[in-house]
Nanobody, 126 residues
Framework: QVQLVESGGGLVQAGDSLRLSCAAS????????MGWFRQVPGQERDFVAA????????YYSDASKDRFTVSKDNNKNTIYLQVNNLTAGDAALYYC???????????????????WGQGTQINVSS
């Protein structure tokens, strides 16, 4: 199968920037696209951004399109999420997810993703 491991979270100050990483291993040829979701306790997991395995297509939520950038390093089977000008509203557990080639892919839908990492936490201090 596919394993996903996130890294790069931490405690930052409002206005700072941060880059999250997600490394994929295992049967990575099964991956059609990878995405980022975030979740705060008591709320649903929200879509943030996604990128196809070729890197040709990227997707963003309305809330993330201005300050978030998703990118991919094919040589490392790793995707990144650059977050600029962090606010308290960005504090969450950020999950990386992978969608397979045989999924009925909807980038914004968590149900499209077959594989998930354990998450990396971003905390923002004011």
């Amino acid at each position: 199968q596919v394993q996903l491991v996130e890294s790069g979270g931490g405690l930052v100050q409002a206005g700072d920037s941060l880059r999250l990483s997600c490394a994929a291993s295992g049967r990575t040829f099964k991956i059609y696209a990878m995405g980022w979701f975030r979740q705060v306790p008591g709320q649903e997991r929200d879509f943030v951004a996604a990128i196809t395995s070729s890197g040709a297509y990227t997707y963003y939520s309305d809330a993330s399109k201005d300050r978030f950038t998703v990118s991919k390093d094919n040589n490392k089977n790793t995707i990144y999420l650059q977050v600029n000008n962090l606010t308290a509203g960005d504090a969450a557990l950020y999950y990386c997810a992978g969608a397979s080639w045989d999924s009925n892919y909807d980038s914004h839908s968590a149900g499209s993703y077959a594989w998930w990492g354990q998450g990396t936490q971003i905390n923002v201090s004011s």
